[in-house]
T-cell receptor, first 113, second 117 residues
Framework: NAGVTQTPKFRVLKTGQSMTLLCAQD?????MYWYRQDPGMGLRLIHY???????AKGEVPDGYNVSRLKKQNFLLGLESAAPSQTSVYFC????????????FGPGTRLLVL | AQKITQTQPGMFVQEKEAVTLDCTYD???????LFWYKQPSSGEMIFLIY??????QNATEGRYSLNFQKARKSANLVISASQLGDSAMYFC??????????????FGTGTQLKVEL
């Protein structure tokens, strides 16, 4: 049981390049999330999804797009990367709301030059 | 206003001692949940403990307990008998709203705990 996996683990981009981060979960969870973690700022929610085919904006959505075409996958896209998007990106998933915790992936470290 | 405030950027504790990590929150929603996560230097986020706003008793999980003071809007994490492996960053987080809220979490800025011999 792999839980939540993220691909890639590390990536270097040049300003203006695009890329897609892949998150996959094998726990049949309805909800999935993308966060970014920056020094001194904790984790901030970028986008989330409450089910297959649905997405919604979080706290810091600008510059990112997401898609949830399959229940087990949640993709985060950067169309034109900027240095301000240098961060560690975490994906998470959970069952329906309640006391259920979110299960986090190992993170993707992105450096935009 | 910050929804989750962790005022201790760094804490030191001696091995085998207890330590309290502070967390205060701000919400007008009567239904909410409070979580604590541990992030070791390897980077993964590890769930530690949960407290619901309607829970009558403080949550406990092994050496972790949550000192929930609803009127003060505080949810401090207490780690008893600290171990070297407890050295990590600790995050407090809050989920607001009931089942329709998407279970979104708002995180504090974290407290870096260092356990010393």
């Amino acid at each position: 049981n792999a839980g939540v996996t993220q691909t890639p683990k590390f990536r270097v981009l040049k300003t203006g390049q695009s890329m897609t981060l892949l998150c996959a979960q094998d726990m049949n969870h309805e909800y999935m999330y993308w966060y970014r973690q920056d020094p001194g700022m904790g984790l901030r929610l970028i986008h989330y999804s409450v089910g297959e085919g649905t997405t919604a904006k979080g706290e810091v959505p600008d510059g990112y797009n997401v898609s949830r075409l399959k229940k087990q996958n949640f993709l985060l896209g950067l169309e034109s990367a900027a240095p301000s998007q240098t961060s560690v990106y975490f994906c998470a998933s959970s069952r329906l709301a309640g006391q259920e915790t979110q299960y986090f992936g190992p993170g993707t470290r992105l450096l935009v030059l | 206003a910050q929804k989750i405030t962790q005022t201790q950027p760094g804490m030191f504790v001696q091995e085998k001692e207890a330590v309290t990590l502070d967390c205060t929150y701000d919400t007008s929603d009567p239904s909410y949940g409070l979580f604590w996560y541990k992030q070791p230097s390897s980077g993964e986020m590890i769930f530690l403990i949960y407290q619901g706003s309607y829970d009558q008793q403080n949550a406990t999980e092994g050496r972790y307990s949550l000192n929930f003071q609803k009127a003060r809007k505080s949810a401090n994490l207490v780690i008893s008998a600290s171990q070297l492996g407890d050295s990590a960053m600790y995050f407090c987080a809050m989920r607001e709203g009931g089942r329709g809220g998407g279970n979104k979490l708002t995180f504090g800025t974290g407290t870096q705990l260092k356990v010393e011999l």
